[in-house]
């Protein structure tokens, strides 16, 4: 670990997010909870976030939670963050740096650089421009969340990218940002948290059988996440093979009409198809996944996607996308295997050939399936290589630095 100076111990460090503990429903949120933890015994660490007070037990020291400002009550949804983004920045005053996560806070971000004079440090986990789909949810608003990002990101002292994938989206989509600014520091997992439980109580409660195979999904229904893809490929899976999706929050009423229509017409052509619509609590999930014989990541587009770390970490065979991140993650043939995919240039990762892409997927699922053997050994792989790659210790030592080259004078 790197040590930490005494300078460090001094720093103040104001990590805003939408997303904190319990109000956490992305990859984004979960990078900001533990790092957070991390950076607690290493600086003055502040949490500004999106929503009511936190209650006991998840009341943190130096957490402070914002609401929607009343007078934009009934306004776009945009328009409402930006509200929250300016009382975040506001109740930055006194810190040495800034950390924004995800447009959502990028604006508090920004005008806290201005406001107070400090660096403005933004992680990046995924970009607007390369989800156009976000439109269909935030009409007018999605111009708002554009804006919102590239003003902060052109204007940011330091950038980090959450995989290398995520930087040369970022520089493709951003020119303006220089290289020299952006740096690249991974999702981690906390592997003594996402660990294999042999309990199988949270499985019979859900109707999931642990004698059969099981096909597990966990992630919005959102188009980035390519549930319909999975949904499709599941025809063509054994009938014995079961389909477990912890799967809720749609972006749209469409995309979710989509999906209960896919799950419907599996309902009809097969048994075991059990969908968990509700966030289930993080040991609930961890016992799904450690009795998963393969976790499918079907995502169109995915800066880093920190779930197939959580698979691997309970020893999780992953079948996942060859897109974005996702490679620098799933050692292809070693912790899992990677479905290529050929994908439209237009920003929405739509697959070329989706019937392809459905059937190089249903492939792959397949051929884990059919090797039970096999499927264990890449999933004790995927733990090793969960644990000695992707520590939150390791990362929160790296962001650390990012803090001292945006504070170093110019």
Not at 232 to 253: C, I, K, S, W, Y
Not at 357 to 376: G, S, T
Request: glycine content about 8%; overall charge negative; aromatic content about 6%.
């Amino acid at each position: 670990m790197t040590e930490t100076t005494p300078d460090d111990r001094r720093l103040r460090v104001d990590l805003l997010t939408r997303e904190y503990p319990p109000e956490v429903y992305g990859g984004a949120g979960v990078h900001v909870e533990y790092l957070a933890r991390e950076l607690r015994s290493r600086a003055d660490t502040r949490v500004h976030c999106f929503g009511a007070p936190r209650q006991p037990p998840y009341a943190e020291p130096g957490v402070t939670a914002y609401a929607e400002p009343a007078p934009l009550a009934g306004t776009n949804a945009a328009l409402r963050t930006m509200g929250v983004d300016l009382e975040m920045a506001a109740g930055c005053a006194g810190t040495d740096v800034v950390h924004s996560h995800t447009w959502y806070a990028n604006l508090a971000g920004h005008v806290a650089k201005l406001l107070h004079g400090v660096p403005h440090v933004v992680t990046v986990h995924s970009l607007e421009p390369l989800r156009p789909w976000k439109a269909e949810q935030l009409g007018g608003g999605y111009a708002l969340s554009s804006w919102c990002e590239r003003t902060a990101l052109e204007a940011a002292d330091a950038v980090i990218a959450v995989s290398a994938g995520m930087m040369r989206d970022l520089l493709a989509a951003y020119p303006s940002v220089s290289p020299d600014r952006v740096r690249v520091v991974h999702n981690g997992i906390d592997t003594h948290q996402y660990a294999p439980d042999p309990g199988t109580e949270v499985l019979a409660r859900l109707g999931v059988d642990p004698d059969r195979p099981s096909v597990t999904y966990v992630g919005r229904i959102t188009r980035q996440k390519g549930l319909p893809y999975l949904l499709r490929a599941a025809r063509l899976l054994p009938p014995e093979a079961q389909l477990v999706l912890l799967a809720g929050a749609p972006d749209t009423a469409e995309i979710a009409a989509e999906v209960e229509e896919l799950v419907a017409e599996l309902r009809s052509s097969r048994e075991g198809v059990v969908w968990v619509a509700e966030m289930l609590p993080k040991p609930e999930v961890i016992q799904i996944l450690t009795h998963s014989t393969v976790f499918v990541c079907p995502s169109v587009y995915e800066p880093m996607g920190i779930v197939n770390l959580e698979a691997m970490a309970c020893e999780t065979a992953v079948v996942a996308t060859a897109t974005g991140g996702i490679p620098e993650v799933v050692a292809d043939g070693a912790t899992g295997l990677l479905v290529p995919i050929a994908q439209a240039a237009d920003g929405t990762g739509t697959p070329l050939d989706p019937d392809g892409f459905v059937a190089d997927l249903a492939a792959a699922i397949n051929e884990v399936l059919d090797d039970p053997k096999r499927a264990v050994e890449l999933g004790r792989a995927g733990r090793r290589r969960a644990v000695e790659h992707f520590s939150w210790d390791s990362i929160a030592d790296r962001t650390l630095t990012v803090y001292r080259e945006a504070l170093a004078p110019r």
